[in-house]
């Protein structure tokens, strides 16, 4: 269930490659959220693309070369780690390339992608706050919304006991 604002410069791509490159980055952003299947059809009816036509400058001047930055934002918790960013990152900075018909060492100083998590409770739509562990179970079950809840208990722990060691690391030098 990604949000996508996705920024290209009018006339970057084809039309045909853009189309082909929103439906891939959609896909392999669902394929990088925990409990969530790619092919499931309320996954990608609520998967989102925002396509903005920024005009870019390099150096106070306009780019020569057209510059992309996809902002990637789901709920906390759909991004299980670093690797999984890392992905995700690679993944989209290669659809562009393909996009493109470029070679990915060519295309990619070119490709920004910043993959967010919104915090809980800060997922706002149909007028209302919704939950993780209540988009899941819409739209992968109840197995799912269980394993949502547990995996940010989890993750707030682990922050929490980061918070505390570092806490009483500093006390312990200035004692």
Not at 88 to 103: D, I, Q, S
Not at 106 to 134: D, Q, Y
Request: one cysteine or more.
């Amino acid at each position: 269930m990604p949000m996508i604002d996705a920024f290209i410069p009018e006339g970057a791509l084809k039309p045909e490659a853009e189309a082909r490159l929103m439906k891939e980055i959609t896909e392999i952003l669902l394929q990088h959220e925990e409990d969530i299947e790619p092919a499931n059809e309320l996954a990608q009816a609520v998967s989102v693309c925002f396509l903005h036509r920024p005009t870019v400058y390099v150096a106070g001047v306009p780019a020569k070369t057209p510059r992309y930055r996809f902002i990637t934002s789901v709920p906390e918790g759909q991004y299980n780690g670093d690797a999984v960013m890392q992905s995700l990152v690679r993944g989209v900075t290669e659809a562009v390339a393909r996009a493109e018909g470029g070679a990915f060492e060519e295309v990619s100083p070119r490709v920004w992608v910043f993959p967010n998590e919104v915090p809980e409770g800060r997922w706002g739509a149909r007028g209302v706050i919704r939950r993780l562990h209540e988009i899941l179970a819409f739209i992968s079950g109840e197995n799912a919304s269980r394993a949502a809840k547990e995996r940010l208990t989890s993750r707030r722990t682990a922050r929490a006991l980061e918070v505390l060691a570092t806490v009483l690391h500093a006390a312990g030098r200035n004692s």
